[in-house]
């Protein structure tokens, strides 16, 4: 059987080439055919495995060409250059490499603190312009200094490794960090209040995500401490741009160094010119190791998969076959919008994760529906995350995943129920498919519900209290906000009740905070599935 051929059309190290012959895989290695749209599709058909970086544009075109192609390799994080829908449809596995870059952006955002906190961008221009201002740039130490990390994920940790090494004291937010893994990496986990109230300095280490668009926003950073310091190497949008500038106008926040903006490339910036600011062009992962690395790491996994069926760091759910195809992908969507659900009820940090399988879907490839489940419930605050990473992922964070298998006793030939376990109790949702092979919900925290899941939906437990449904109706057409389903569930009577409601459109905060408001409400939330 002759090996399986790969085609490197971006520029990537020799090393990956090297790894993938060394492996036994055939390799082209054409650096600059991804620029060549019509050549690549003329060529692609040939091959198993397409390695790439972000030059290569991998459309529905490309890969209706790509016939016998089974892996796509992106060296690097960002996928937004492959059209994962149409790889999904055509069953081309796309693979990233989440990690290679981690240790080169946590160490972007520590010389990004040094470079705050000793003011060293202007002092170099003012002293290469002649002059010699030896007291005008009055730095501060870090030594001793409190620093807030958001997002205490993978870079997150390294970076809070690398402060405790410099002698700081690290608190950390993240609802998916646990007391354990806290413990382990030496930080003290804090809500976001008290680390706004408590930090000299503030590194961003999450994705953008619609929890996490402006955490800090002009209401959290009046939270902070005067003459506080902000980091941002994530993700542009983590921060109200404007609300930042006109704080370090007003001389509340001393200083920030952004290396990453809501707009990019970005020509113009609120925080451009200020005399406290100090920026570089999105550079968390421009040096040559990582460059290396990633390089490497996509030349490995694609090798796995190619010759042994392994799967890595895959962004759209893993292969199945074409018998189990139509009877498993219903599942892996419910379990995945279980997940989600629960994820997005998720407030404070999680514990333990239970996954029961009854019926029918225990007979299934209950690991690749656990995956899904874990993706979905991480999502809202991991963006990056996939089905395959998510499992460790998990581990990682210290969260304990249990899973149980057990036969059918009820109305439902299959049940999947998530439940989570976190720092303020245990909630659960379950579902099933339905013979259209429509994912519902079907209970949520022990009240019986009957929903599909939609685009745009409200929440709601309550008080079971006359008049609430006539006040919540009220509230939502007085807002112009149609509703498309409604579905109902109680204990019993007078007792807790819950009302899941499909919408048209997107909610409005200010609508939301109405329901909020209405007697008897105990929680209302958006959902987006």
């Known amino acids: 059987m002759s090996p399986p051929r790969v085609l490197i059309s971006d520029a990537l190290s020799p090393a990956a080439v090297q790894i993938f012959r060394d492996r036994g895989v055939a390799v082209d290695f054409e650096p600059d055919l991804g620029r060549d749209k019509d050549r690549l599709a003329a060529v692609i058909g040939g091959y198993d495995g397409l390695a790439i970086r972000s030059a290569t544009k991998v459309t529905a075109k490309i890969l209706g060409a790509a016939t016998a192609l089974k892996v796509i390799g992106r060296a690097g994080i960002g996928v937004d250059n492959v059209d994962i829908p149409a790889a999904t449809a055509r069953g081309v596995i796309v693979m990233n490499t989440p990690f290679g870059n981690s240790i080169t952006t946590a160490e972007h955002a520590i010389a990004m603190m040094f470079a705050l906190a000793r003011e060293i961008p202007a002092a170099d221009a003012s002293t290469q312009a002649g002059k010699w201002e030896k007291n005008r740039f009055l730095g501060v130490e870090i030594t001793g200094k409190t620093l807030g ?56 280490h999450t994705p953008l995500t619609e929890k996490t668009r402006n955490i800090l926003s002009a209401e959290s950073l009046a939270r902070t401490k005067p003459g506080i310091r902000i980091v941002n ?144 419930l991480l999502r809202p605050m991991l963006a990056d995350i996939n089905v395959v990473s998510a499992p460790s992922v998990a581990k990682e964070r210290g969260i304990v995943v249990e899973e149980m298998i057990r036969e059918a006793d009820g109305d439902y030939d299959s049940l999947v129920t998530v439940g989570v376990t976190t720092e303020r109790g245990d909630r659960s949702v379950s579902g099933t498919v339905f ?35 006539g006040r919540f109706a009220t509230t939502l057409g007085d807002a112009g906000v149609n509703i498309a389903t409604f579905a109902l569930g109680r204990d019993n009577p007078g007792g807790s009740a819950i009302a899941l409601v499909q919408v048209d459109g997107t909610l409005p905060a200010d609508v939301l905070a109405s329901i909020q408001g209405i007697p008897g409400v105990r929680q209302a939330k958006r959902l987006a599935f």
């Open 149 to 204: 990390i958001i997002g205490c994920g993978n870079i997150g940790a390294i970076v809070a490794d690398r402060a405790i090494g410099l002698k700081m004291r690290v608190v950390a937010f993240d609802p998916f960090l646990s007391p354990e893994r806290a413990l382990d990496l030496g930080v003290e986990k804090v809500e976001l209040d008290e680390l706004l109230a408590r930090a000299d300095m503030i590194t961003l």
């Open 233 to 376: 190497c994530a993700r542009g949008g983590l921060v109200d741009e404007v609300a930042l500038r006109q704080a370090l106008d007003s001389g509340h926040v001393a200083g920030a160094a952004f290396d990453v903006f809501t707009t990019e490339p970005a020509t113009e910036n609120p925080l451009f010119g200020h005399p406290h600011v100090v920026c570089t062009p999105h550079l968390g992962a421009a040096t040559s190791e990582a460059q290396e690395n990633v390089a490497l790491q996509v030349a490995e996994q694609m090798s796995d998969y190619l010759l042994k069926g392994a799967i890595s760091n895959a962004v759209n759910f893993p292969s199945i076959t074409a018998e189990e195809a139509p009877k498993l992908r219903p599942y892996i969507a419910l379990a995945e919008k279980l997940g989600s659900f629960a994820g997005q009820l998720t407030e404070t940090g999680l514990e333990t994760v239970r996954i029961t399988y009854q019926g029918d879907v225990a007979a299934m490839k209950t690991k690749a529906l656990t995956s899904s489940a874990i993706a979905g």
């Open 435 to 469: 013979a259209d092979g429509k994912p519902r919900i079907v209970d949520i925290k022990g009240l019986k519900v009957d929903a599909e899941f939609a685009p745009s939906m409200i929440y709601v437990s309550n008080d079971d209290k006359p008049g609430f449904i």
